[in-house]
């Protein structure tokens, strides 16, 4: 089955804490075969800022365009926000969604695990070759340390921001010195 419009408001969770999806109406569903084949569709169905960006340009509806959709999801649950940066639906398309860098989930959550925010990256990558394949894959990942996750080093700027900036501040004042040293020995 694909869902075809997930989003947190069809997701239900009652006072049990039972997780219900609603709203098939974008749903195909089908036997093993017709499933595991790709769907043809002529219009839009789901929302855009959950829509993966092989659906944005045309192209068929897979499992995998569901997983995106729920990285997004899974993203917005953990940080508030969207792991692109955020602008109106209408606005999104596929070539402005490519032109947006990932967003990582630690810079609103700076408690959260690197191999977390690995796992949320790959789940809404662009190229729908380079996520999940299936489910269980991305909640193993989102629950259990990775060493391709954890091992990926974070940019000084992200790690540090104050260290990183003093360091531009120093280089600059060395370059300075530098430059006026040389004008007033010329």
């Given at each position: ?37 790709v769907i043809a569709q002529t219009d839009l169905l789901g929302t855009r800022h959950y829509t993966a960006p092989e659906v944005l ?50 810079a609103a959550r700076p408690d959260l695990p690197l191999w977390v925010d690995g796992a949320l990256e790959k789940a809404v990558r ?61």
């Amino acid at each position: 089955m694909l869902h075809r419009d997930l989003k947190p408001e069809n997701i239900h969770i009652d006072r049990h804490g039972t997780v219900r999806l609603i709203d098939f109406g974008s749903a195909k569903i089908g036997g093993a075969a017709e499933i595991a084949s790709v769907i043809a569709q002529t219009d839009l169905l789901g929302t855009r800022h959950y829509t993966a960006p092989e659906v944005l340009r045309g192209e068929p509806a897979t499992t995998v365009s569901d997983l995106f959709a729920f990285g997004v999801i899974a993203y917005e649950l953990l940080t508030g926000g969207l792991p692109y940066r955020e602008s109106s639906d209408a606005q999104i398309n596929a070539k402005r969604l490519a032109r947006r860098p990932y967003r990582s989930a630690r810079a609103a959550r700076p408690d959260l695990p690197l191999w977390v925010d690995g796992a949320l990256e790959k789940a809404v990558r662009f190229d729908p070759a380079r996520r999940y394949a299936v489910e269980t894959e991305f909640l193993y990942d989102l629950t259990h340390p990775s060493a391709e996750f954890s091992e990926r080093r974070q940019p000084l700027l992200e790690r540090n921001p104050t260290g990183f900036w003093r360091a531009v501040a120093l280089v600059s004042l060395l370059v300075n010195l530098a430059l006026l040293y040389w004008l007033h020995r010329g």
